[in-house]
């Protein structure tokens, strides 16, 4: 352990010694002004600006290259005009590229796509001038929509759904894009003087063939276009009074569902009827309601085979609590999440059977000081587990230029029944967080939770604490989370219970000017350090990631080799994969190759190879994935995993796993797709099926046929389950 810490030492002086070169810059005393001219022409929303309007309006092109290089000249060149009207914001844009529709990179045409795998262009509205909050609206030159809420740049929804338009239009010398973007879709106060209004915005374009990233106005490379204390100023809006602002969205389903247990079938078809409301009250105030929720379109979770000590994070994937979950405790984290949404609707853990959720109610307010959020759901009693409510509370209180401190409270009721002959049981959280931004480099946040389970009157603490320092030359941070035996989140998640994690490190972040094919090169190392929470003097694991060589190449492609010497203390029952592990100290080390090919090109390749010691025997692991997509409206991928476990456990076992992932995507435009998975995996002899067509008829209202089929032949009792679903959806604004 002693080269270990020399080697640590020697990191931290290093970065100590380049400090001096930091290319960051702080935000602009005055910052940028641009404007939006009213117009009283109808605008079509047709991706071509043709209205005379447009022509009017005054031209932003002035913006800043971050990515391959910071600052300096650039190739694409990005034109952007601002109009509106009583009901809309409206953006037009031109993105130049010398090549034209033979020059655009789109990989597929699904909502909500991956930014850096395509041409794109977004928006950022912070619209209450809160410095620490904004709203993202992207599209690629085929109309792809992407939107997002973004918390302090630090934590984003990805999957936050707003109503709103964009069209686009290719030419031979680049492509137009023009959205309207409904006021009513962007909540904000209107000042005593209704032409004051400002705004804070900002705009982003990737042109993907040379991976130049441009912004507007400057910020530096090491943040985000989010960072929004880097904003400039829009002008010019005189916006109409809010209104009632009221989303509804019934939905009508029918389920049929064929189970086949141990040469038993049961068979069952289902109607329901419900939907959501959203209410803005007012611009900082958001009431949600549902009933009888469904998520029966939602993306299925794929199987993973954990050779690891630790919990496997799920991620949610319901609508419903995607958005706004920013707001929560512990939402950027996955090691310690006091609330996780995916406790709410499931027979008992994250796999398991879902279970009627009969309704609830979200509540978020956001000012410039403050934020309040407040959930409530109730789930229906099934055959494996009785009926329950969740209810969560949180505050947060900011601070300064982009402080804030926070609590939240969880509780869970789990009603008595008679039928599960199980009595009445309840647990609870209370957490306190924060976040420090004393230079636009430095971030410190924190987080302390304690749970009492009434059940057995336990008490039981976790928390975490971090400091990262980013710039554009190098990156250092420090995490510590720990985690006591009793700390029972019964609306939570915890990747580890009884431990305490220290995770130290950083990378270099080098440029090379004169290497033009190098984007950047990032070799660094991290530590981890693992001890008991109830006998820190009782240590459980560690290892080091060394990762000498990081490079990302200018063309997107990238590769990685990284060594990993690993200590081990396995004092109790550990068998991943069945594979028992005697309890004893073991030391081995890892080596892994990772690469993939410029993904945004119409096949591209990706692999990860792993091999080395494993406790007492070998481990070799092997992840290739390939992905061809002639045009956007048509992909294919496929994605494989191998382990093969050589001589290990107490019985000296070998142990051979594949895991097999097709799937296939079709769109004839961006609001009629079809898409299919098959993924088999040997361990259990599980495959499954799930086949998904979607079409959006109109803005957010939706129509979805969906089939999934599980097959699971490697238990005692073989499974197969069969399921038929059309979902008719319908949005309505107010």
């Given at each position: 352990m002693k080269k270990v810490l020399v080697f640590l030492t020697f990191i931290i002086h290093a970065y100590y010694l380049i400090a001096q070169e930091v290319e960051n810059f702080p935000p602009p005393t005055k910052p940028p002004e641009i404007r939006a001219i009213r117009t009283s022409e109808d605008i079509k929303v047709d991706g071509e600006l043709m209205e005379d309007s447009w022509q009017k309006a005054p031209v932003t092109h002035d913006f800043y290259r971050v990515e391959p290089r910071q600052g300096g000249t650039y190739r694409y060149q990005t034109q952007v005009r601002l109009l509106y009207d009583e009901k809309n914001l409206y953006v037009g844009v031109f993105c130049t590229d010398s090549l034209g529709k033979k020059g655009v990179r789109v990989q597929d045409l699904r909502r909500d796509f991956s930014w850096g795998e395509n041409d794109a262009f977004g928006i950022q509205l912070d619209p209450q001038n809160l410095k620490q909050y904004c709203v993202s609206f992207q599209t690629t030159p085929y109309g792809n929509q992407r939107d997002m809420q973004n918390f302090n740049d630090n934590n984003t929804d990805s999957n936050w759904n707003a109503l709103w338009t964009v069209r686009t239009h290719q030419t031979d010398s680049g492509y137009f894009a023009e959205f309207a973007i409904p006021f009513k879709s962007i909540r904000y106060e209107r000042p005593e003087i209704a032409d004051s209004v400002t705004w804070g915005i900002t705009f982003t374009r990737l042109a993907r063939r040379e991976y130049e990233q441009t912004v507007f106005p400057a910020i530096p490379q090491s943040f985000s276009p989010y960072r929004m204390t880097y904003a400039a100023q829009l002008k010019g809006l005189t916006v109409p009074e809010p209104s009632a602002n009221v989303r509804i969205e019934p939905y009508f389903l029918y389920q049929y569902e064929d189970t086949e247990i141990n040469g038993e079938t049961i068979s069952d078809d289902n109607v329901k009827l419900g939907g959501d409301i959203k209410w803005a009250i007012n611009p900082r105030s958001v009431l949600d309601l549902t009933f009888n929720t469904d998520f029966a379109q939602a993306d299925v979770d794929q199987a993973v085979n954990n050779l690891e000590r630790f919990n496997v994070y799920f991620p949610e994937k319901r609508q419903f609590f995607l958005e706004n979950s920013g707001i929560w405790a512990g939402a950027a984290d996955r090691s310690v999440i006091p609330f996780f949404s995916r406790t709410i609707g499931l027979q008992g853990n994250f796999n398991a059977e879902p279970a009627r959720i009969d309704g609830g109610a979200r509540y978020t307010m956001r000012n410039d000081d403050r934020s309040t959020a407040g959930l409530y759901m109730h789930q229906a009693q099934t055959a494996n587990s009785p009926a329950a409510s969740f209810a969560v509370g949180r505050y947060i209180q900011n601070y300064g230029k982009e402080n804030n401190v926070g609590i939240m409270f969880t509780h869970r009721l789990d009603e008595a029944s008679e039928e599960l002959g199980v009595t009445q049981s309840n647990n609870t959280t209370l957490t306190v967080d924060g976040l420090i931004r004393p230079k636009s480099e430095l971030t410190f946040s924190y987080l302390l939770s304690g749970s009492r389970d009434n059940s057995n009157d336990t008490l039981g603490l976790a928390g975490k604490l971090f400091a990262g320092y980013n710039t554009n030359k190098f990156y250092l941070g420090w995490l510590t989370n720990f985690v006591t035996e009793d700390y029972n989140p019964d609306m939570g998640f915890v990747f580890q219970k009884n431990v305490i994690w220290h995770n130290p490190g950083g990378y270099f972040i080098w440029r090379p000017k004169s290497i033009p094919w190098i984007r950047r090169f990032d070799p660094g190392a991290f530590f981890n350090y693992y001890q008991d929470a109830s006998d820190p003097t009782n240590f459980q694991q560690a290892s080091i990631y060394l990762f000498p060589i990081y490079v990302y190449f200018t063309d997107g492609s990238f590769f990685e080799y990284a060594i990993y010497p690993t200590w081990q203390n396995i004092n109790f029952d550990f068998a991943p994969l069945g594979i028992a592990i005697a309890q004893d100290e073991y030391y081995y080390t890892r080596h892994q190759i990772n690469y993939n090919s410029d993904q945004s090109r119409k096949f591209s390749v990706s692999g990860k190879l792993g091999w080395g010691g494993f406790y007492n025997g070998k481990r070799l692991t092997?992840?290739?994935?390939?992905?061809?997509?002639?045009?956007?409206?048509?992909?294919?991928?496929?994605?494989?995993?191998?382990?093969?476990?050589?001589?290990?456990?107490?019985?000296?076992?070998?142990?051979?796993?594949?895991?097999?992932?097709?799937?296939?995507?079709?769109?004839?435009?961006?609001?009629?797709?079809?898409?299919?998975?098959?993924?088999?995996?040997?361990?259990?002899?599980?495959?499954?099926?799930?086949?998904?067509?979607?079409w959006e008829y109109r803005p957010l209202s939706f129509i979805y046929l969906v089939f999934n089929d599980t097959q699971i032949n490697g238990l005692e009792r073989p499974f197969e389950q069969q399921q038929l679903i059309g979902k008719v959806t319908f949005l309505k604004q107010f």
């Open positions: 092997a992840n290739t994935g390939l992905r061809y997509a002639p045009i956007p409206h048509v992909a294919f991928t496929a994605d494989y995993e191998y382990n093969n476990l050589d001589n290990l456990g107490v019985l000296l076992e070998d142990l051979d796993t594949h895991l097999a992932t097709f799937g296939a995507r079709f769109a004839l435009n961006p609001r009629l797709q079809l898409s299919a998975f098959y993924q088999y995996n040997s361990f259990d002899e599980q495959g499954r099926w799930n086949v998904r067509g979607s």
